[in-house]
């Protein structure tokens, strides 16, 4: 009889998140709704007409905007924890279908704008009133050769609701109707696995049990990979209309253009990444003999290579090691983290039919950010929980320092926060257990773990995404055996120089919920160089570099997301903090060495 999952009603409160904090039930929910649908009724008066008082319609469309917030948020929060909940798929359907309505009667807004005199716009911009709406004319009129006719942009909003259906599909098949099958345990009891509970499996001392986890979770994808492939080909096509319709060059420019990222940042972390796979391979080749393993599979790739040292971490002890871990951030950011633990902010455990994975969502200006956990008891976790609060602070200094136009900071930026938050706190504690090899070396095992999961893994699914979109973009079909043998390649080419690549990795592509936010990914590589950066000079320089990470984490939209860096002090419009990471890498791999 398997383990199993615990259900959300056996969970205490206390690890819940307290959705009561936007509202206090379904009912007030939905009379919001209602006002937020009114609203945009009554903003539809404006349309013909924006040139007539361009000021007010802009103020007016950001202060719905505050309002309609809450009432998104909530849909999408109450059925992450429950995806079976009929009552949490109706709210959430209800709010889909309000946005899709909403956005086609404020479609006009922009394109009213955009004929406007340009100089006029400029002006606008430039009126100390406006202050607060200045970054978004800027990025107004930096868009202006993408922006489409009024009636075209009315269009593309009808389809709103259905553009997300390919990622609504991947998320009900794979945290709702995909059951897996149970892990035997060397005791002879069995366990459920789950996406919620396969980090334990395929980190587990018991290579049976590694492989058990793997090949149930691998192969139950290939089971559905017909399913998954026309799923996930509609989300390619989706975004190879959606930039052909706004006249970008490929769907890479059209997710990186609007964020002022310049296209060879994400060339430039693909060739330095290449640059060391050498030095990856010398980490794994380290891993296959500690290991005293014949052959390395990809399922001995996670497991911690001190294999004598155990680090049980039970969520409240787990949170303890965030707080001491992120100490050199300051007492005011450790007191907002202990107001998330105690405050509703997290939702703790897996518990059926809940969402996998983690994520902090943070942006309603005027309630906390929420964050969602999936905890097991070990050292991977523990960091999740302090990459998720560095999410959190991000979007809480951000919202507290800038007005509502500017308070959203870009996706390229959005990994830095967390990710420093990591790094800082692996620093922390390897100084923490200076004394204790053992310690030390599971630590600084988990850290070379975090350059291979991050900065390695994250850069090959960059590769795999921009390799099925330009698949696409040429009119190659987009077949489950095309895709399978793309992603496979990859391995091979990143881990074939000491792995023996599995067939079944090729399956893996499909289990990748990040994929259905195309062209996001790079920025968890991007984000873990600068990150290391970050932390050397929090430790190093301490109160000075602690108020620059202030001045980058307040940032928000006010400035393009490469000076928002720069107030830190990272160019990452170079390749060089990628190099520079990958040589803290190097340099871990032989402390590593000389700690084993």
Same mark, same amino acid.
């Given at each position: 009889?398997?383990?199993?999952?615990?259900r959300?009603?056996?969970?205490?409160?206390a690890?819940?998140?307290? %959705?009561t904090?936007?509202y206090?039930?379904?009912?007030?929910?939905e009379?919001?709704?209602?006002?937020?649908l009114?609203a945009?009724k009554e903003?539809?008066k404006?349309?013909?007409?924006v040139?007539?008082n361009?000021?007010?319609?802009?103020?007016?469309?950001?202060?719905?905007e505050?309002?309609l917030?809450?009432v998104?948020?909530?849909a999408?929060l109450r059925? $992450?924890?429950?995806?079976?909940?009929?009552k949490?798929?109706?709210i959430?359907?209800?709010?889909m279908?309000?946005?899709?309505?909403?956005s086609?009667? #404020?479609?006009?807004m922009?394109? $009213?704008?955009l004929?406007m005199?340009e100089?006029?716009?400029?002006?606008?911009?430039?009126?100390?009133?406006?202050?607060?709406?200045?970054?978004? =004319?800027?990025d107004?009129?930096?868009e202006k050769?993408?922006?489409l006719?009024k009636?075209?942009?009315?269009l593309?909003?009808?389809?709103?609701?259905?553009?997300q259906?390919?990622?609504?599909?991947?998320?009900?098949?794979?945290?709702?109707?995909?059951?897996?099958p149970?892990?035997?345990?060397?005791d002879g009891? #069995?366990?459920?696995?789950t996406?919620?509970?396969?980090?334990?499996?395929?980190?587990?001392a018991?290579?049976?049990?590694?492989k058990q986890g793997?090949?149930?979770?691998?192969g139950t994808?290939?089971?559905?990979?017909?399913?998954?492939t026309?799923t996930?080909?509609?989300?390619v096509?989706?975004?190879?209309f959606?930039?052909?319709?706004?006249?970008?060059s490929?769907?890479?420019a059209?997710?990186?253009e609007p964020?002022?990222i310049?296209?060879a940042? +994400?060339?430039?972390? =693909?060739s330095v990444?290449?640059?060391?796979?050498p !030095?990856?391979n010398?980490y %794994?080749?380290?891993r296959?003999?500690?290991?005293k %393993?014949? $052959?390395?599979?990809m399922?001995?790739?996670y497991t911690?290579?001190?294999?004598?040292?155990k680090?049980?971490?039970p969520y409240?002890?787990?949170?303890?090691?965030?707080?001491e871990?992120?100490?050199?951030?300051?007492?005011d950011y %450790?007191?907002?983290?202990?107001e998330a633990?105690t405050?509703?902010?997290i939702?703790?455990?897996?518990?059926?039919?809940?969402s996998?994975?983690?994520?902090?969502?943070?942006?309603?200006r005027?309630v906390h950010?929420?964050?969602?956990?999936?905890?097991?008891?070990?050292?991977s976790n523990?960091?999740?929980?302090a990459? /998720?609060?560095?999410h959190?602070?991000?979007s809480?200094?951000?919202?507290?320092?800038?007005?509502?136009?500017?308070?959203?900071?870009?996706?390229?930026?959005?990994?830095v926060?967390?990710?420093c938050? /990591?790094?800082v706190?692996m620093?922390?504690?390897?100084?923490?257990?200076?004394?204790n090899?053992?310690?030390?070396?599971?630590?600084?095992?988990?850290f070379?773990e975090q350059?291979?999961? #991050?900065?390695?893994?994250?850069t090959?699914?960059?590769?795999f995404?921009?390799?099925?979109h330009?698949?696409?973009?040429?009119?190659?079909?987009?077949t489950?055996?095309?895709?399978?043998?793309?992603y496979?390649?990859?391995?091979?080419? +990143?881990?074939?120089?000491v792995c023996?690549v599995?067939?079944?990795?090729?399956?893996?592509?499909?289990?990748?919920?990040?994929?259905?936010?195309?062209f996001y990914v790079?920025v968890?590589?991007t984000?873990?160089?600068?990150?290391i950066?970050?932390?050397d000079?929090?430790?190093n320089?301490g109160q000075?570099? !602690? /108020?620059d990470?202030?001045?980058?984490?307040s940032?928000?939209?006010?400035?393009?997301p490469i000076e928002?860096l720069k107030?830190a002090g =990272?160019?990452?419009?170079?390749?060089?903090?990628?190099?520079?990471?990958?040589?803290?890498f190097?340099?871990t791999? /032989?402390?590593?060495?000389?700690?084993l």
């Amino acid at each position: 009889m398997a383990n199993e999952i615990r259900r959300r009603s056996d969970v205490a409160d206390a690890y819940k998140w307290d %959705l009561t904090h936007i509202y206090p039930s379904d009912e007030a929910w939905e009379a919001d709704l209602v006002k937020a649908l009114e609203a945009a009724k009554e903003f539809a008066k404006y349309d013909g007409k924006v040139s007539e008082n361009p000021k007010e319609v802009i103020r007016t469309y950001f202060d719905a905007e505050e309002v309609l917030s809450p009432v998104f948020s909530y849909a999408f929060l109450r059925k $992450e924890t429950d995806n079976a909940d009929g009552k949490a798929q109706e709210i959430k359907d209800k709010a889909m279908q309000a946005a899709v309505q909403i956005s086609m009667m #404020t479609a006009f807004m922009q394109p $009213e704008l955009l004929a406007m005199d340009e100089e006029a716009l400029k002006a606008i911009a430039a009126d100390p009133e406006m202050t607060d709406y200045d970054t978004f =004319i800027g990025d107004l009129l930096r868009e202006k050769a993408h922006a489409l006719p009024k009636e075209q942009e009315q269009l593309l909003a009808m389809m709103g609701q259905l553009q997300q259906a390919p990622q609504n599909i991947f998320g009900m098949l794979t945290d709702v109707d995909m059951k897996f099958p149970d892990v035997v345990m060397p005791d002879g009891t #069995t366990r459920t696995l789950t996406e919620g509970t396969y980090s334990s499996f395929i980190q587990d001392a018991n290579r049976d049990v590694r492989k058990q986890g793997f090949d149930g979770i691998m192969g139950t994808y290939g089971k559905f990979a017909n399913t998954i492939t026309a799923t996930y080909a509609a989300n390619v096509q989706k975004d190879v209309f959606n930039a052909r319709a706004r006249k970008y060059s490929s769907c890479r420019a059209a997710k990186m253009e609007p964020l002022q990222i310049p296209e060879a940042v +994400y060339d430039n972390l =693909i060739s330095v990444i290449h640059e060391y796979i050498p !030095v990856l391979n010398e980490y %794994l080749a380290l891993r296959k003999d500690v290991m005293k %393993l014949d $052959e390395l599979h990809m399922y001995d790739l996670y497991t911690p290579i001190v294999g004598d040292f155990k680090m049980e971490l039970p969520y409240d002890k787990a949170y303890d090691m965030v707080l001491e871990g992120l100490t050199p951030m300051g007492e005011d950011y %450790l007191d907002k983290l202990r107001e998330a633990r105690t405050g509703g902010w997290i939702d703790v455990y897996p518990t059926q039919n809940k969402s996998s994975g983690a994520f902090s969502s943070g942006n309603l200006r005027n309630v906390h950010p929420y964050v969602l956990l999936n905890h097991n008891d070990n050292l991977s976790n523990t960091f999740t929980i302090a990459h /998720e609060l560095g999410h959190s602070m991000h979007s809480f200094y951000s919202n507290t320092h800038q007005p509502a136009p500017k308070s959203d900071y870009s996706l390229f930026v959005a990994e830095v926060a967390s990710t420093c938050n /990591e790094a800082v706190m692996m620093r922390y504690l390897l100084k923490t257990f200076e004394g204790n090899k053992k310690a030390q070396a599971y630590l600084l095992n988990h850290f070379l773990e975090q350059f291979r999961t #991050t900065a390695f893994r994250q850069t090959m699914f960059a590769e795999f995404e921009y390799i099925a979109h330009t698949m696409a973009e040429k009119g190659q079909p987009l077949t489950r055996d095309a895709l399978t043998k793309v992603y496979y390649d990859l391995n091979q080419q +990143y881990y074939g120089g000491v792995c023996d690549v599995d067939e079944l990795i090729g399956n893996e592509w499909m289990r990748i919920p990040h994929f259905y936010r195309s062209f996001y990914v790079y920025v968890y590589a991007t984000g873990l160089c600068a990150a290391i950066t970050l932390s050397d000079k929090i430790l190093n320089e301490g109160q000075k570099a !602690v /108020e620059d990470y202030r001045k980058f984490l307040s940032a928000g939209s006010s400035v393009p997301p490469i000076e928002a860096l720069k107030l830190a002090g =990272i160019d990452m419009s170079s390749p060089e903090p990628i190099r520079k990471a990958m040589e803290v890498f190097k340099a871990t791999l /032989e402390q590593f060495k000389a700690v084993l």
